[in-house]
C-alpha cells in the first residue's frame, strides 16, 4: 500500500465497494439517529466535528466513530483519514475499536494520502448502498475542504442517502454546506465500581445549526455495552466531612500543627 500511487488506492478502494455493492443489493437507511441524540443529526446531509483543542482528536474521532455508527443503523461504515492525521496521532487500533463496543467488521478504514483523495473517497462512499454514514477526518486547515468541495458531498449525501461526519482537527471553522457545526472536547468521566476508568465521556457544544437557533451544550458519556450515548449520572450530594476546628494554640508559631 504505500509504493501505491493515488490512482492504485483509489481503484483498491472502488473495488472494495463495488464487492460490498454486490453483497448489499437493498438497503434501508433510517431516519432518525437513535437514543439522546434523536433528531439533532440529520440524515443524508453533512455534520462537521471540531476538536476544541489539537488535543481533543482522538476524542472527537472517537465520537464521529460512534454516532457513525448509531447513524448507519446496522449498515457499513466508511472511515477515512488523511495521512496527516494519521501521523499527528496514529494509526486507529482495531482492538480499541471493538473495545468501544463497536464490530470492527462493520468499518471499512482507508488512509488517504491527502485531502483530495480524502475527499474524492468521502464522495464515493456517500453515493454507493452498503454505507449508512462515512467519517472522514482531516488535519489542519486545507483549501481542498472549501465551500464548494462541501457543497459536493452534500449532493452525493443527498443522491446516496448516507449521512457524512467531516471530522476537522487542528483547524479553524470555515463556511461550508453542512447542516450542523460541532466543538467537541474530552471531559472527566465518574469511575465505576472499584475505581475502574469510567464511560468514555464528551462535552459537546453545537456552534451551528443551518436555519438557525442557539449554541447549546450537552456532556455525555458512552456506554459501550448498550452501544448508546446516555447523560452522566448525577452526583450523589454527599460531602467529604470538614475535619473539627481546634483552637489557634493548637498551632505552633511556624504554622505547623502542635501534637
Not at 455534520?47 to 472527537?60: I, Q, T
Not at 443503523?73 to 482495531?94: I, K, R
Request: proline share 6%; glycine share 8%; hydrophobic share 40%.
Amino acid at each position: 500500500m504505500k509504493n501505491m500511487c493515488r490512482a492504485e488506492r483509489l481503484s483498491l478502494v472502488r473495488q472494495r465497494i463495488r464487492a460490498l455493492n454486490q453483497g448489499c443489493p437493498e438497503v434501508c437507511h433510517s431516519k432518525q439517529t437513535p437514543g439522546l441524540l434523536s433528531g439533532v443529526f440529520k440524515q443524508e446531509a453533512i455534520h462537521e466535528l471540531y476538536a476544541a483543542n489539537p488535543a481533543d482528536a482522538v476524542a472527537v474521532n472517537a465520537f464521529a466513530l460512534a454516532v457513525g455508527m448509531l447513524s448507519a443503523n446496522g449498515q457499513h461504515v466508511v472511515w477515512a483519514l488523511d495521512a496527516t492525521m494519521t501521523s499527528e496521532h496514529g494509526t486507529p487500533y482495531v482492538v480499541g475499536i471493538e473495545e468501544m463496543g463497536i464490530d470492527s467488521s462493520k468499518i471499512l478504514l482507508v488512509k488517504a494520502p491527502n485531502i483530495k483523495s480524502l475527499l474524492i473517497v468521502g464522495e464515493e462512499s456517500l453515493k454507493s448502498p452498503p454505507f449508512g454514514s462515512v467519517v472522514i477526518s482531516a488535519w489542519g486547515n486545507s483549501k481542498a475542504l472549501s465551500l464548494n468541495s462541501s457543497r459536493r458531498l452534500a449532493l452525493a449525501a443527498k443522491l446516496g442517502g448516507a449521512t457524512l461526519f467531516c471530522v476537522r482537527a487542528g483547524a479553524e471553522p470555515s463556511p461550508s454546506a453542512a447542516e450542523t457545526r460541532w466543538s467537541v472536547k474530552a471531559t472527566a468521566s465518574t469511575s465505576l465500581a472499584g475505581g475502574a476508568p469510567g464511560h468514555p465521556s464528551f462535552s459537546l457544544t453545537l456552534l451551528r445549526r443551518r436555519g438557525g437557533g442557539e449554541v447549546k451544550n450537552w456532556i455525555l458519556e458512552w456506554d459501550r455495552d448498550a452501544r448508546s450515548f446516555r447523560e452522566p449520572a448525577p452526583l450523589s450530594g454527599a460531602m467529604v466531612p470538614v475535619a473539627a476546628q481546634r483552637p489557634a494554640e493548637a498551632w505552633g508559631d511556624s504554622g505547623r500543627r502542635v501534637a
